[in-house]
T-cell receptor, first 111, second 112 residues
Framework: AAGVIQSPRHLIKEKRETATLKCYPI?????VYWYQQGPGQDPQFLISFYEKMQSDKGSIPDRFSAQQFSDYHSELNMSSLELGDSALYFC??????????FGEGSRLTVL | QKEVEQDPGPLSVPEGAIVSLNCTYS??????FMWYRQYSRKGPELLMY????GNKEDGRFTAQVDKSSKYISLFIRDSQPSDSATYLCAMRPYSGNTPLVFGKGTRLSVIA
């Protein structure tokens, strides 16, 4: 079965630019989570969506926003990028029994 | 104090050794526990998922939960060089759509 799909896998942006990451959850998973992982750090929860509504909010900067669409895919929009936003961004979706499955991540480099 | 504490290692063991990885937590509301394996620059891969005290076994992996002590463990038997990765514990209060809280991860190297 297909796993969580994220795109793009890598992107390079300059300071103050905007970036959009996409996530396609596993079929029939109703909750999508976004995490940010800095080098040598554990994943930090940003935001989640359940049935297309925002469910929980973590340490997501005001410059970031996200949404989940009718086909359950989600997008993370990041504006006014800063050097400190360089990180791996993971999307995860959860099964009806509660297990979270992660995508391979999108590596953002801000120059 | 972080909600979930995990020794970051690094931990280095010879091939074939039994590996013990541990996490402690402070929030008694945590009821669901997971262990993930993460290779460098890859996404976390779910290894074990458990929600009751006691042991759960899957192949070479055994997850152990002691809710009274707020302590969870992952044991890897007959460790292989391919097990070299960072192992992250994660937990949540209930199985609904709540986010996971992660430990810092333990970096494991299995030497051939």
């Amino acid at each position: 079965a297909a796993g969580v799909i994220q795109s793009p896998r890598h992107l390079i942006k300059e300071k103050r630019e905007t970036a959009t990451l996409k996530c396609y959850p596993i079929s029939r998973h109703d909750t999508v989570y976004w995490y940010q992982q800095g080098p040598g750090q554990d994943p930090q929860f940003l935001i989640s969506f359940y049935e297309k509504m925002q469910s929980d909010k973590g340490s997501i900067p005001d410059r970031f926003s996200a949404q989940q669409f009718s086909d359950y895919h989600s997008e993370l929009n990041m504006s006014s990028l800063e050097l400190g936003d360089s990180a791996l961004y993971f999307c995860a979706s959860s099964s009806p029994t509660g297990e979270l499955f992660f995508g391979e991540g999108s590596r953002l480099t801000v120059l | 104090q972080k909600e979930v504490e995990q020794d970051p290692g690094p931990l280095s063991v010879p091939e074939g050794a039994i590996v013990s990885l541990n996490c402690t937590y402070s929030n008694s509301a945590f009821q669901y526990f997971m262990w993930y394996r993460q290779y460098s620059r890859k996404g976390p891969e779910l290894l074990m998922y458990t929600y009751s005290s006691g042991n759960k076994e899957d192949g070479r992996f055994t997850a152990q939960v002691d809710k009274s002590s707020k302590y969870i463990s992952l044991f890897i038997r007959d460790s292989q060089p391919s097990d070299s990765a960072t192992y992250l514990c994660a937990m949540r209060p209930y199985s609904g759509n709540t986010p996971l809280v992660f430990g810092k991860g333990t970096r494991l190297s299995v030497i051939a």
